[in-house]
């Protein structure tokens, strides 16, 4: 995807659920949850990281109130778009999927947004890869959930260092798939995001 600054997506990282206000962490899995937002660059390297809303909150809101939308508004980033999947409201900045395309041009379009998003996917299964901690295959994190989210970083950074000096993962160790949320609930969209899209498939995918 030509002008790509970053892919966009959220991981719920599985916790006990705590003694105070437990029914906000559970997530639509029925799972006590930290909702995890992460922008991620084309080299799997985390650029940015939200981790501090229960797994009850959906993906826009997350973003919606995260301090990197607010830069974006204020044009504090270079030209070019985020891409994020159907869970986000489309904006002049942040590209999301045509739900049903109509012409070539769309499927295009809709194709090469996919097949970039999967580095945010690749990222997400590589981190639960290499620190089982945040993976529910490793059980859950029994900790407060104000730890819980110092863990995310923590193994978010400890991550990107992995990534900047190329180690493998440890032998034996398989990276899974990530396992994408179901999003049920309407986004609205911003009409500069409409005519924005618009622009690109004109320009680049007719």
Request: glycine share 6%; net charge positive.
């Amino acid at each position: 995807m030509p002008n790509c600054v970053g892919c966009i997506d959220c991981t719920h990282i599985y916790l006990r659920a705590p003694n105070n206000n437990a029914q906000v962490y559970i997530n639509r899995k029925g799972r006590a949850s930290i909702n995890t937002q992460a922008i991620v660059d084309a080299d799997l390297r985390f650029v940015n990281v939200v981790a501090r809303w229960p797994g009850s909150t959906h993906d826009a809101f997350i973003w919606e109130n995260s301090h990197v939308c607010q830069d974006f508004r204020n044009g504090r980033f270079p030209s070019g778009w985020l891409l994020g999947d159907s869970g986000y409201g489309l904006q002049p900045w942040l590209l999301t999927p045509i739900l049903r395309p109509q012409s070539a041009a769309e499927e295009r379009y809709n194709n090469s947004l996919t097949s970039t998003r999967t580095c945010v996917e690749r990222a997400f299964g590589l981190l639960k890869a290499r620190f089982r901690c945040l993976d529910r295959s490793g059980g859950v994190l029994c900790y407060s959930p104000e730890r819980v989210c110092k863990i995310i970083l923590s193994c978010c950074v400890l991550h990107n260092m992995c990534v900047n000096r190329q180690l493998p993962l440890p032998d034996g160790l398989v990276v899974q798939p990530h396992d994408p949320d179901q999003h049920e609930q309407p986004v609205a969209h911003h009409h500069g995001g409409v005519d924005a899209r618009n622009r690109v498939i004109q320009t680049f995918f007719s």
